[in-house]
Each structure stands twice: as C-alpha cells, then as structure tokens.
C-alpha cells in the first residue's frame, strides 16, 4: 500500500477535488446524459439516483469541502492507562487500510462516500454499476489529476471496471489486499456481495421506514410529516413506505381522508389493510407480505395499530431496522417508542427524511448501515476508522 498520507496532504486533495468537479460541470453533465440515454431499465428509483444535475453537482463540491474542513478522524487517543510494571498502554483510531465501495447507479458515491473513505486514510476500491459508467469514469479521472496535482499516488482511489462474473471473483479471490467492503444498493447486490465477500462488510441496508400516528397525535402535523417522508425523494432509503395509525384516533376518518387527498397530489398509489379497505382512493393489499417490502416507488400502505405496544410490534417484525418516527403530543408515548422500536434512527415527531450524515452533521456518509457492527445508522467520517494498541515498555517482561 502507497505511504500513508498526511492530514495535509489528504485534505489538499479533497480540495482541489471540488475546484476541479466545479471546473468540469459540462464534461460531467455530458458523460451522464449519455449514462441517461443509455439507461433502458423502467426502475424509476435507479433512474433518478442515476441522474447527475447542477443540484447534485454543487452537492458534491459541499461535501468535498467540508470533508476538507473536518479534524483529521486518524490517531485520535480513545483510551489509556499505566500499567503496573510501567508500560504506557494507549489506544487511537487507525485507517481500515483498503475498501471497497461497490454500488449501483450514484455517480455521487464516487464522491461523497469515496472522500470519506479517503479522508479517513484509506486506499480505495470503487466498483460502480454499469449505468453510471460514464459518469464515473470522469470523476475518477478527476480524483487521480487531483492526487497527482498534490504530489501523491493514483493509486489511493482505483475503479474496478468488471462485469458481474469478474466481481465474484474478485469478491471471493482478491488479487489484492482488501479490509472492508460496504455495498450501496438494493437488496439483492447486497445480498451477492455478502454470500460472495471474504473480508467484513458494512450493510447499507433497506428503509422500509414507518410512521405511527398516535392518538394523541397533531393532526395536521402527521399529514405534512408524512407527505415530506413519502414523497420528497422516492428513490431514497429515508422515504417512508408504511403508515399506522392508532384504532381511537379522533377524527380518524377526516385525517385518513386529508391524508389521501395530499398524497394523491404527488400521484401516490395508497394501499390499505382491511380496518381501512372501505377509504375511497385506495387499494386494499394483495397479502400481508407487502408489510416487509421496501417500495422506493409512488406507494405507500396505511394500515391500523390497535395501541402503542401494536404499533411497537408491527414496526419490529417488518420494518428494515432503518428509521421508524411516532407522531404525538405524548411524550411519555414517545419515549417508550423510541426506546422499545429496534431501529438505527428514531423520531419523535419529525420526518424519517433526515436520516442522512449530512443532516445529523457527520459532513456527509459513506453508508446507513442497518447493522449493529461496527456502526448504526449514517456512518460518518469518525466512524469509518478502525483502531490499534500502542503499548511503550522498557524492557517489560510477564511472568
């Protein structure tokens, strides 16, 4: 592996990053219009992750330089002690050394994820789908004139131009030395880098996120809550999918009709359960299978929770383990929720949506790893670090 690189230099890279992605906008837009043209999938979610515009463009400038602007994540001393017989026994974060960052149609992740993983030290491995590869190919041709323009190796940021087969292989035999793999997809590349990978992988998992109305909840507050998480950004896995709403919610049936109403502007298709099968405007569910689906689409299920302790229990047994957020002017309710509901984000009267390392201030994120090792939720610049033991003797010997 190329010298570890210094706090200067990496974010001397990162910077001239940004200047150059400003100054490439139209090489950028052109690549990915072809990317777009090429596209031939009817995933309307994957079509708009695919889509690069001058939005997401200035996304990218941002997050390059705040990623420059944050403290070096490396050497940070966790813990320490004395030993006994002297010897000065220290811990501090340390580089995972080389990841992977394989995922599907996010020409932003070429930027995003991988200064993060590059600020926090570590050689990178980019393995991007094939409907972005245009796209891609410009922005890593970007970060290596950056590297060089700094005085430092290609070699910390590679792409991996394979198909799927070379990508098994690779996963299973690689030709190089390879520390973590984090994924950035649907379920199914999730699921053929975890039975194919040979080294630890970070899982970005499904949303599949929900919203409980409480009986005592603000009314018009769980409407605009709802609509914000539901269709400000389909293509998201902050983006809610499952409603409940409590059996003796007063004025259920004018909220149930307010909501429907609001959601039918954005062209939502709303499916219920058989409590609410009768609301005019909705479809009821094929079958209660429909409750584990991440949809990442115009739909969404609203469906009836007889109490608290229901809502809990439903949550638990199909939700992602992503966000799950309870509308109510209780907080006692609240707290029981957020406490009892065995998700990575909770919310108390507020949208799944900023489920996000930019919002929750982490200067952007690799991942929202649904897991429970190493990291929960958005990981951030501070996560993405593992750690070693700095143990300084004289001669020290154990009995």
């Not at 509308?327 to 984000?345: G, L, P, R, Y």
């Amino acid at each position: 592996m190329s010298k570890q690189l210094n706090i200067t230099q990496r974010n001397s890279v990162l910077n001239t990053m940004a200047k150059s992605i400003a100054t490439s906008r139209e090489t950028l837009l052109n690549a990915n219009q072809i990317d777009l043209e090429s596209y031939t999938g009817e995933d309307i979610a994957m079509l708009d992750r695919l889509k690069v515009d001058q939005g997401k463009i200035d996304g990218m400038i941002i997050s390059l330089e705040q990623l420059a602007s944050e403290p070096d994540p490396l050497g940070i001393e966790r813990f320490a002690t004395t030993h006994e017989n002297g010897m000065h026994i220290s811990n501090k974060t340390a580089p995972f050394g080389t990841i992977l960052i394989i995922y599907e149609s996010r020409p932003d992740v070429t930027i995003e994820a991988a200064g993060i993983a590059f600020k926090s030290g570590n050689k990178i491995l980019l393995k991007g789908g094939k409907e972005s590869l245009n796209s891609n190919l410009v922005l890593v041709d970007l970060w290596h004139k950056a590297l060089q323009e700094n005085g430092c190796a290609t070699d910390w940021v590679n792409y991996l131009k394979f198909d799927r087969n070379e990508t098994q292989a690779f996963l299973e035999r690689p030709s190089q030395k390879l520390d973590l793999i984090v994924p950035r997809g649907g379920e199914r590349l999730i699921a053929f880098v975890k039975k194919h990978a040979t080294c630890p992988v970070i899982v970005s998992g499904r949303g599949n996120n929900f919203v409980f109305v409480d009986s005592e909840a603000d009314l018009q507050m769980a409407v605009d809550i709802i609509i914000n998480a539901k269709t400000t950004k389909i293509s998201a896995c902050n983006a809610l999918d499952k409603v409940l709403v409590a059996s003796d919610l007063a004025r259920k049936h004018h909220f149930l009709q307010h909501l429907i109403l609001e959601l039918q502007k954005s062209e939502v298709m709303i499916l219920t359960d058989k409590a609410f099968a009768s609301l005019e405007g909705t479809h009821p569910i094929a079958d209660e299978n429909i409750w584990h689906e991440e949809f990442l689409d115009h739909k969404i299920v609203i469906g009836q929770a007889s109490d608290l302790e229901d809502a809990i229990a439903k949550i638990n047994t199909y939700g992602g383990g992503h966000s799950a957020s309870i509308i109510t002017a209780n907080t006692e309710k609240a707290d029981a929720f957020m406490e009892a509901v065995d998700s990575a984000a909770v919310y108390h009267n507020a949208s799944t949506r900023f489920t996000d390392g930019g919002q929750f201030g982490l200067g952007g994120e690799l991942a929202i790893s649904t897991d429970k090792l190493h990291q929960r939720g958005p990981i951030g610049l501070q996560h993405l670090v593992t750690n070693k033991w700095y143990v300084k003797g004289n001669g020290q010997l154990r009995n």
